[in-house]
């Protein structure tokens, strides 16, 4: 989708709702900061939002039990660092509201061999992780549209990467309204225009990833000023020395995305800020530019992981508020698919 309608629209008494969620498999990169996180806070106002950490979704790979554990207090944390109020937004961890692990199991019957054979993700990560293409890692797009679905979500912000499982959920919850009655709201994608692929600083023409092993191919949210001055000073370029963007100047290219979003200024605006000055220069004001955007979250997130008490609160309010909602959805599921109710 281009433009988000107004949550409002149509119907002021009830807005529209927004869902995402990010998977506590790793340390959380600048593409995820720029393809999701830092985004939701624009939707709080005029939507009922909500964001989940996707554990269940994260065991798809194989995770160690105590990282596990930190991932998901930290992909919570740094939600509320982002600026993500949890008074204002429904915040909670997946594994915690036992309808999406339910509602995904139905939903499997209800998505085809052929199109999960299809997705790009699930091709890339069993070639990744050639000794365990577990079922789960196969049926992953299912239990992303029960997480959709659960909330009736109208829109789903994500990083282009995930346009292709958001489509599927969008096929899946059509054939669903279509073998009953309309029951799950179809939604539609938000797409950033700006960073919604930032791609590798070490092989510019793969995504940026939280799992990527090269830890000076990704830039961490959290990672400290220094280290992320360096790894932009060692990014990989090209031969030529003008800071423009071009095909085949990958390196750049993703480079000028960078500093658009940390300074909110057009590819236009940094070729002209950038002329006739050399990629060395160039480097080390992206490297600065990112360090400033990221070192407020750092703070509070570093305040915020001080209290895993709190934070432990908060994902029991949020998972009950979301289990509120879920279950509704769900028992709607059931009675239009002939369970008998109890
Ligand atoms: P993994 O490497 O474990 O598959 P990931 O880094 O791709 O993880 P996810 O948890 O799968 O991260 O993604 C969380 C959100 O961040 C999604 O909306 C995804 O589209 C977005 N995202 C991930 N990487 C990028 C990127 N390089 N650029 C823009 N958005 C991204
Ligand atoms: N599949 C997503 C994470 C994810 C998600 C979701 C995103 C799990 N459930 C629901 C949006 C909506 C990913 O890999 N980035």
Same mark, same amino acid.
């Given at each position: 989708?281009?433009?988000?309608?107004?949550?409002?629209?149509?119907?002021?008494?009830?807005?529209?709702?927004?869902?995402?969620?990010?998977?506590?498999?790793? @340390?959380?990169?600048?593409?995820?900061?720029?393809?999701?996180?830092?985004?939701?806070?624009?939707?709080?106002?005029?939507?009922?939002?909500?964001?989940?950490? #996707?554990?269940?979704?994260?065991?798809?790979?194989?995770?160690?039990?105590?990282?596990?554990?930190?991932?998901?207090?930290?992909?919570?944390?740094?939600?509320?660092?982002?600026?993500?109020?949890?008074?204002?937004? %429904?915040?909670?961890?997946?594994?915690?509201?036992?309808?999406?692990?339910?509602?995904?199991?139905?939903?499997?019957?209800?998505?085809?061999?052929?199109?999960?054979?299809?997705?790009?993700?699930?091709?890339?990560?069993? #070639?990744?992780?050639?000794? @365990?293409? @577990? #079922?789960?890692?196969?049926?992953?797009?299912?239990?992303?549209?029960?997480?959709?679905?659960?909330?009736?979500?109208?829109?789903?912000? %994500?990083?282009?990467?995930?346009?292709?499982?958001?489509?599927?959920?969008?096929?899946?919850?059509?054939?669903?309204?279509?073998?009953?009655?309309?029951?799950?709201?179809?939604?539609?994608?938000?797409?950033?225009?700006?960073?919604?692929?930032?791609?590798?600083?070490?092989?510019?023409?793969?995504?940026?990833?939280?799992?990527?092993?090269?830890?000076?191919?990704?830039?961490?949210?959290?990672?400290?000023?220094?280290?992320?001055?360096?790894?932009?000073?060692?990014?990989?370029?090209?031969?030529?020395?003008?800071?423009?963007?071009?095909?085949?100047?990958?390196?750049?290219?993703?480079?000028?995305?960078?500093?658009?979003?940390?300074?909110?200024?057009?590819?236009?605006?940094?070729?002209?800020?950038?002329?006739?000055?050399?990629?060395?220069?160039?480097?080390?004001?992206?490297?600065? %530019?990112?360090?400033?955007?990221?070192?407020?979250?750092?703070?509070?997130?570093?305040?915020?992981?001080?209290?895993? #008490?709190?934070?432990?609160?908060?994902?029991?309010?949020?998972?009950?508020?979301?289990?509120?909602?879920?279950?509704?959805?769900?028992?709607?599921?059931?009675?239009?698919?002939?369970?008998?109710?109890?």
């Amino acid at each position: 989708m281009t433009d988000i309608q107004n949550g409002n629209a149509g119907a002021p008494e009830k807005k529209k709702t927004v869902l995402s969620a990010v998977q506590p498999s790793g @340390n959380l990169t600048l593409g995820n900061y720029f393809g999701s996180l830092s985004r939701f806070g624009e939707f709080t106002e005029m939507f009922d939002c909500y964001y989940c950490v #996707a554990d269940l979704h994260s065991i798809t790979v194989r995770q160690v039990p105590a990282e596990l554990r930190r991932h998901t207090y930290e992909v919570y944390a740094l939600y509320i660092a982002c600026g993500l109020d949890p008074k204002e937004n %429904v915040l909670f961890v997946q594994s915690h509201v036992h309808e999406h692990a339910e509602l995904g199991w139905i939903l499997d019957c209800y998505t085809m061999f052929g199109e999960l054979s299809r997705m790009t993700q699930f091709k890339d990560k069993s #070639a990744k992780h050639a000794d @365990n293409v @577990n #079922a789960g890692l196969f049926t992953y797009p299912a239990l992303m549209a029960a997480d959709i679905l659960l909330y009736q979500a109208d829109y789903v912000p %994500v990083g282009a990467d995930q346009k292709q499982h958001v489509e599927i959920a969008r096929d899946i919850a059509t054939r669903f309204n279509g073998a009953y009655t309309p029951t799950f709201t179809v939604p539609e994608a938000y797409i950033p225009k700006e960073g919604a692929k930032i791609m590798s600083l070490q092989e510019p023409t793969k995504k940026m990833s939280k799992s990527d092993k090269n830890e000076n191919a990704s830039i961490y949210i959290l990672d400290s000023r220094d280290d992320i001055i360096r790894k932009f000073k060692r990014a990989v370029t090209d031969s030529d020395t003008c800071v423009r963007v071009g095909e085949g100047k990958d390196g750049i290219n993703n480079l000028i995305t960078i500093y658009s979003c940390c300074t909110g200024k057009s590819a236009e605006e940094v070729e002209c800020e950038f002329d006739g000055r050399g990629y060395g220069e160039f480097k080390l004001a992206v490297g600065e %530019v990112c360090a400033d955007k990221l070192s407020p979250v750092k703070d509070k997130f570093d305040e915020l992981m001080a209290d895993k #008490a709190s934070l432990g609160a908060l994902m029991k309010e949020g998972a009950e508020h979301a289990s509120y909602r879920a279950s509704r959805t769900l028992s709607k599921v059931k009675r239009k698919i002939g369970f008998v109710e109890i």
